[in-house]
C-alpha cells in the first residue's frame, strides 16, 4: 500500500512510519519540523519528508492517509483528503489493525513511567529471545529506536491517554485492547482535553474494562488513584510498591557504581535480586512492573535478572549527555510537577554535595496553564539553582489561564533555592556560560524540543 501520514515527527507517528515501512508499505510523510532524534529514524529508513503542509504532498495514487492527533480542521492536506474522500484513519487504529491485532497485546499505561516500563518489557523480551515488536513513546537506547518490528508473538505497546485525532477525542489506549496491562501511577494530567480530575479516571476506568477475564492488570499500589481504579477490574490484578502489603515489592535499595540494586520479593518470599544501571525510587518501580509481568508470562528469574542489567534507558528519560570538567548534563521528559520533584529528588540522591541546577520549559498544555501555580514551587525543592524559561507558545493560553512564571520563580525563591526567570534559551545559554562551576549538575527538562537547548548547551559545557 502507498501510505502518507501527517504529523509524521510526533514519536507515536514515526513509530508507526518504522513499522509500516519495514513491513513493506511505501511511505510519506508531512510535518512542520523535523527535530532529532525522530528525524534521525525517519531519515534513516528512506523515507520522504515533505516540510510543511500542502495539497500537493498527498499522491494521486494514495491508498489510505494516517492522520496524526497534532492535525486539526483547516490543516490544507486535511481540507483535501476531506474534500476528495480519502481513505483515512488514526493512528492507533492503524498500529491496532496492521500490528497489534494479530498479537498478544501488552499495554503500558499511566500518567507517570510509560516509556521507560515499555522499553524494560521490550527489552527484557529481546534479551529472553521472543523478539516482540512494539512501538514506543520514546527511542530505547538498545535498540536505537522507538519501534520495532518482531515475529508473531507479542506487541508491546506505550498507553497514552491523550487524544486520538481531530474525529476521536477518546483516548488512544483504547484501540489497543491489551491482554495485559502494567498501571502506573496516576495523577491528574491533560488538563487541555480532560476538564476535571473525575474525567482523567474515566479514561482508565474504560481501559480497565476492556481488559479480558482471563487477562491480568500488574498495578502501582502506590498510587491512590490507581489504587481507586483498579476495584472495577474484571480480570486478576497484582499490585507491586515499596511495602509487604503489596503482591511484588522491593526491599535493600543501595546504589553502587552507578547501579541501583534492590531485593524482589513476591508475596513475602525472596524473588532474587536485581541491578539496574537507572537511578531514582520511580525507575525501581518500572523495574519492578517489568520483572512482574515477564515472570507472568512464564520466563525465569535469570532470564529476567539479565535482561534489566543490560538496559541503557531511553533518550530523553534522565539522560547523561556529557560530562566535562567535572560539570554533568542530563536531558528529561519531566513536565508533570511530580515527575520534575522525583527527578530532582533522584539526582540530590546521587549527587549529595554537588550543586544542582534545574532548567524548566513550562510546555505541556498543563504546566502552560495555571492549575499548578501553587504546587510547581514544591517541586524544585532539590535544585540549588532554577531556571525558569518563558511559557511555550504563551500566545495560546489566555492571561488569567496562564502560569506566572515571575510569581513561580518568587515561590522557588522562598524555598531557600535561587531561581531566575530567564524568557529566551539564548540568554539561558549565556547565564549558564557565565555561572556553572565546576562539579555542578546540570538536568533540562522539557517534554519537548526547547529549541535545541540541551544540544546547545552540550556543546558549551564540552568547550570549557
Known amino acids: 500500500m502507498k501510505i502518507h501520514l501527517l504529523g509524521i515527527c510526533g514519536t507515536g507517528m514515526s513509530a508507526l512510519a518504522g513499522l509500516l515501512k519495514e513491513k513493506g ?49 483547516g490543516n490544507p492536506e486535511l481540507e483535501y483528503i476531506l474534500n476528495k474522500s480519502i481513505p483515512f484513519t488514526s493512528m492507533p487504529e492503524a498500529l491496532y489493525n496492521f500490528f497489534i491485532r494479530k498479537n498478544i497485546s501488552i499495554v503500558i499505561a499511566g500518567t507517570h513511567g510509560k516509556t521507560t516500563t515499555t522499553g524494560l518489557i521490550a527489552w527484557g523480551l529481546e534479551v529472553i529471545g521472543k523478539d516482540p515488536s512494539f512501538a514506543c513513546g520514546g527511542v530505547i537506547k538498545n535498540f536505537g529506536k522507538n519501534y520495532k518490528l518482531g515475529k508473531r508473538g507479542y506487541f508491546v505497546i506505550e498507553g497514552d491517554e491523550y487524544e486520538t485525532s481531530f474525529f476521536d477525542k477518546g483516548p488512544k489506549f483504547l484501540h489497543y485492547f491489551p491482554r495485559y496491562l502494567i498501571l502506573n501511577a496516576i495523577e491528574y494530567d491533560h488538563a487541555d482535553i480532560f476538564p476535571s480530575r473525575k474525567d482523567y479516571l474515566s479514561a482508565f476506568e474504560k481501559l480497565i474494562n476492556l481488559i479480558p477475564e482471563k487477562g491480568l492488570i500488574i498495578y502501582n499500589g502506590e498510587s491512590p488513584l490507581t489504587r481507586k481504579i483498579i476495584k472495577k477490574a474484571w480480570c486478576e490484578t497484582q499490585s507491586f510498591g515499596f511495602s509487604s502489603k503489596y503482591t511484588w515489592w522491593v526491599k535493600n535499595i543501595f546504589y553502587k ?52 542489567s543490560n538496559f541503557e534507558g531511553i533518550r530523553k528519560r534522565l539522560e547523561k549527555i556529557t560530562e566535562n570538567k567535572g560539570i554533568i548534563l542530563y536531558d528529561d521528559f519531566a513536565h508533570h510537577p511530580t515527575a520534575i520533584k522525583k ?64 510569581k513561580l520563580v518568587e515561590d522557588i525563591n522562598k524555598r531557600n533555592s535561587s531561581a531566575f526567570f530567564i524568557p529566551k534559551t539564548a540568554e539561558i545559554l549565556d547565564f549558564l556560560k557565565e555561572n556553572l562551576k565546576e562539579n555542578d549538575v546540570v538536568v533540562v527538562m522539557s517534554n519537548g524540543y526547547f529549541d535545541n537547548l540541551t544540544c546547545r548547551l552540550k556543546e558549551i559545557i564540552e568547550s570549557l
Open 257 to 308: 557504581d552507578g547501579l541501583t540494586h534492590f531485593t524482589v520479593l513476591r508475596k513475602d518470599k525472596i524473588f532474587g535480586e536485581f541491578k539496574i544501571p537507572l537511578i531514582g525510587d520511580f525507575n525501581i518501580l518500572n523495574a519492578l512492573a517489568s520483572i512482574a509481568l515477564l515472570y507472568n508470562l512464564g520466563y525465569y528469574y535469570w532470564q529476567i535478572q539479565k535482561a534489566l
Open 25 to 73: 508499505h511505501a511511505i510519506s510523510g508531512s510535518d512542520n519540523n523535523f527535530y532529532p532524534p525522530v528525524s534521525e529514524i525517519i531519515e534513516k529508513l528512506n523515507i520522504k519528508l515533505l516540510k510543511g503542509y500542502k495539497p500537493e504532498n498527498i499522491p494521486q495514487d494514495i491508498d489510505l492517509v494516517v492522520i496524526g492527533n497534532v492535525i486539526s480542521r
Open 343 to 406: 527527578v530532582l529528588s533522584s539526582l540530590r540522591n546521587t549527587y549529595q554535595n554537588r550543586r544542582i541546577w534545574a532548567i524548566f520549559e513550562p510546555r505541556s498544555w498543563s504546566v502552560r496553564k495555571n492549575i499548578f501555580q501553587n504546587i510547581l514551587p514544591l517541586s524544585f525543592e532539590n535544585a540549588d539553582k532554577v531556571i525558569i524559561s518563558e511559557v511555550y507558545k504563551k500566545e495560546k493560553v489566555p492571561p488569567s489561564q496562564r502560569l506566572n512564571e515571575k
